[in-house]
């Protein structure tokens, strides 16, 4: 049996509440490794705290507010990471804040403030980790801390640790299927023959593209995740070095396409020579990734003992909980 | 700057040759990590030790001795594993004996040794973990050592760290390719038309196939392998539950299905009902595992959260001396 160990969980939305009632469902099972309480959840308006730990049914609770909803409570504080750590102290910061590709903020600020403070971190927003990966792995190691970010890439498939199980020999090239948004897009447009627009009306009315879905059709999703993953291999690259192409796809394209035996995806890839890109290709049919349809990611690594292809779910709000609740396990262990 | 790890090869093969090897050519990166040094080499007729470490320069000597030649040596020993570690105290035991699926021997008795007297045991030889998977695992926890197993199923791809990474949601099912030699076989049968016999004799020409096929064609090495998979992800079964059907495939059948667009694969599978079984199976082409030809394998895995695929190589000596490698650097990380 473990210790207590006390987590706060920053960013209170659609992920943050799936992760909290996660949480709550599998108590029991997290009860066996360690005594976790949830002390402090913060949203972008308010934070609420509670050094004892909230209940399962406090923590439900909480997520039955509107969203954005914590600082209706009366006992909700302005949103404050200096005092909520002086406060409470939590073992784990959960960051769950959403991207934000030109600053990094909040996550980047949250994320340092954490690591300063001797906290283990958990992050599902990619941003921090796009922008600033080698500084904020140094700064981890140096404070004796770990950082969890399995849920970053093809949040729904423990690629990331597979990657980092690698170290006796080297990763050459990635070439990935990393938004499950413009991929699920594609995939109608060449199955229904529908336009681009009425591909993502379709998308966003199954609940899978944001209202402002640039960050997935400009590539910054599919950049960011590709960064992640080339410095997990040891490859540096930089977010800004990345070529994005933004999917701009006519019916006709596909048309031609499908004459031809051709598939388009949105691809996003790092060459053994260091070059970073996202683009929509054209892809043969025979290609690993041309298979892979609708919310379905794939990444396929060439390394200098062969190909690894691994195909699985890109995300989705439970998948997403539970890979964040598995990295909160694994810093835990 | 890790301690001086002292490492005992057990099993002097071709994979232990290319292990040893690959040491040597990797020495300059491991140093590294730690100063790691072998002070013993096993094979089934002799060990020779060497309580300061051999040199890089004698180990590639070694590997130029014939097959079990380490007898012919002046300083050999008869192999006694007692002797052995009363010699020279190896932390880390690599075992690269070959598979005995009744008794599990060599092996098994070098593991249990090694354990009990506090070495991290690092094995590519399945059969001890295929009969006594859940006692040797407690073995190694109680004697706070690690035993690193991830070459023993799908050698080339770090297939087992992705599903020990898995911790709050269950695997469900697993349907795989986990043979090469087979898949060879199958894949030449398919394309060439040819008689199973001769593609038997294709693989062996080639290097592939031992000179005695059975373990392959009558399933062990399949069956095995889903055993360590099953037990990986917390689904106990036994090796002598696995229902095991020789692959004996006749060229008219291959015909049938060449006509019905299907392709017929050597498939280890657990279901959900945790019956487990290794048999050839006709795939419609749509199926993820029908495309993965030649010496690939691939791994299907059902969890509660949706499917995983995982397509690379199946083993091959410098593939499998990699993940040795890598298994090595992970234990006494």
């Known amino acids: ?39 402090a959840v913060a949203d972008s308006k308010g934070m609420v705290l509670k050094p004892s730990g909230f209940s399962d049914y406090e923590l439900i609770k909480l997520c039955e507010l509107p969203l954005s909803g914590l600082r209706s409570l009366p006992e909700s504080l302005d949103l404050d990471i200096d ?51 080698s500084e904020l792995m140094d700064l981890a190691r140096k404070n004796e801390v770990k ?14 640790d597979m990657l980092l199980s690698i170290r006796s020999y080297s990763v050459e090239s990635i070439h990935g299927i990393l938004n499950a948004t413009t991929n699920f897009m594609l995939t109608e447009m060449h199955e229904k023959l529908i336009p681009m627009e009425e591909a993502l009306r379709r998308a966003q009315a199954i609940g899978i593209a944001e209202t402002d879905p640039r960050l997935d059709l400009d590539g910054w999703d599919s950049a960011a995740k590709i960064v992640i993953l080339s410095n997990v291999v040891r490859r540096e690259i930089k977010l800004q070095n990345v070529i994005r192409e933004p999917l701009k796809v006519e019916l006709s394209d ?28 054209k892809l043969s049919r025979r290609d690993p990734l041309a298979g892979v349809d609708g919310t379905l990611n794939a990444v396929r690594i060439g390394t200098t003992i062969g190909e690894i ?11 997403t909980a539970h890979n964040v609740l598995d990295d909160v396990i694994g810093v835990m262990l």
Chains 1, 2 share one sequence.
Request: charged share 20%.
């Open 147 to 160: 950082i969890g970010f399995r849920s970053t890439v093809m949040g729904g498939t423990p690629l990331i």
């Open 309 to 319: 292809t691994l195909v699985g779910k890109g995300g989705g709000r439970i998948e």
């Open 254 to 281: 596909i048309a031609e396409c499908l004459r031809n035996n051709n598939v388009i995806k949105y691809v996003a890839a790092l060459e053994p020579d260091g070059k970073a890109y996202v683009k929509p290709m």
């Open 83 to 133: 005092l909520l750590y002086s406060e409470v102290q939590p073992d784990i910061h959960v960051e769950l804040t959403p991207a934000n590709y030109e600053t990094g903020e909040p996550g980047l600020s949250n994320i340092v403030n954490a690591i300063n403070n001797h906290a283990h971190v958990v992050t599902a927003n990619k941003a921090p980790l796009a922008l600033r990966f």
């Open 1 to 39: 049996m473990l210790n207590e160990r006390k987590i706060a969980v920053i960013g209170f939305g659609s992920i943050g509440r799936t992760f909290v009632r996660l949480l709550t469902a599998k108590s029991h099972y997290i009860k066996k490794l360690a005594e976790l309480r949830v002390v």
